[in-house]
């Protein structure tokens, strides 16, 4: 009996199924070796990050902004973790949530800008040797097709956000349009992330688990639905 083929469409349903087994498969074994080396349990961690929080609140939040919005360092440092920590902190630390917003807010777009700037004037050249070139050759082409409107969803995610805001810098879209487009979508999905994690942040720590399988799961199927295959050439 011979065996079939997989047809593109049955391989890209595996490819859909497979990495998030992958992912759960991989977190469980962390879990185990987590325990069995004796490490800190997590209400542990979350205690020690809430004193930390009470000291250095708007500091670290601001700071974890500028890191999660910079192209390449994103990649690498968790930025948005930090974030989204602050703010679900922030009434038990006696944090001003607003001035944690409008911090947030700023770190973003300060960084959305210099990766505009990245690519505008070329500087983006540096990252392309370190692995950035196919998934900014691909997020351009997406801006080039929708132009700025791209960026609206690209912004739902800081690492997207970043590669989007360079893309069209590299594009030389206008720099008023792109202020006016970066500026509401990041104030609105900003404000979005951050009521959902002050008025439900703390229940979710308490299923912390499952949350960051969740959300890696998220990340891939954003990761898939912007980063297809793409013939527009990074000059």
């Known amino acids: 009996m011979s065996l079939r083929l997989l047809s593109p469409q049955e391989n890209k349903i595996l490819q ?17 070796l987590y325990k069995f080396l004796g490490l800190p349990s997590s209400g542990e961690i979350i205690n020690f990050a809430k004193r930390y929080y009470e000291n250095y609140g708007y500091w670290v939040v601001l700071v974890g902004a500028l890191v999660e919005g910079a192209l390449f360092i994103n990649w690498y440092l968790p930025g948005s973790v930090v ?7 922030a009434r038990s630390a006696g944090l001003n949530v607003f001035f944690m917003l409008f911090l947030v807010i700023t770190g973003f777009f300060l ?24 998934p900014l050759l691909k ?27 360079t893309a069209a810098g590299i594009l030389r879209l206008s720099f008023y349009e792109f ?7 990041i104030i609105t999905w900003n ?6 994690f002050y008025y ?25 639905k912007n980063f297809r295959k793409s013939s527009v050439n990074i000059p």
């Open 139 to 165: 997020i351009q082409a997406k801006v080039k097709d929708q132009g700025l409107r791209a960026l609206f969803t690209a912004y739902v995610h800081p690492n997207f956000g970043a590669l989007a805001a």
């Open 83 to 89: 974030v989204a920590l602050g703010v679900v902190f």
């Open 200 to 224: 439900f942040g703390s229940a979710l720590l308490n299923h912390l688990n499952f949350l960051i399988i969740l959300g890696g799961i998220f990340v891939y199927f954003m990761f898939v």
């Open 111 to 134: 960084t959305a800008l210099l990766n505009y700037a990245l690519g505008r004037f070329g500087w983006y050249h540096i990252f392309l040797k370190l692995g950035l070139e196919g």
């Open 191 to 196: 404000s979005f992330w951050t009521l959902i």
């Open 16 to 32: 859909y199924i497979a990495l998030p087994l992958i992912v759960l498969v991989f977190y469980v074994g962390l879990i185990y």
């Open 179 to 185: 202020f006016f487009y970066s500026l509401i979508s």
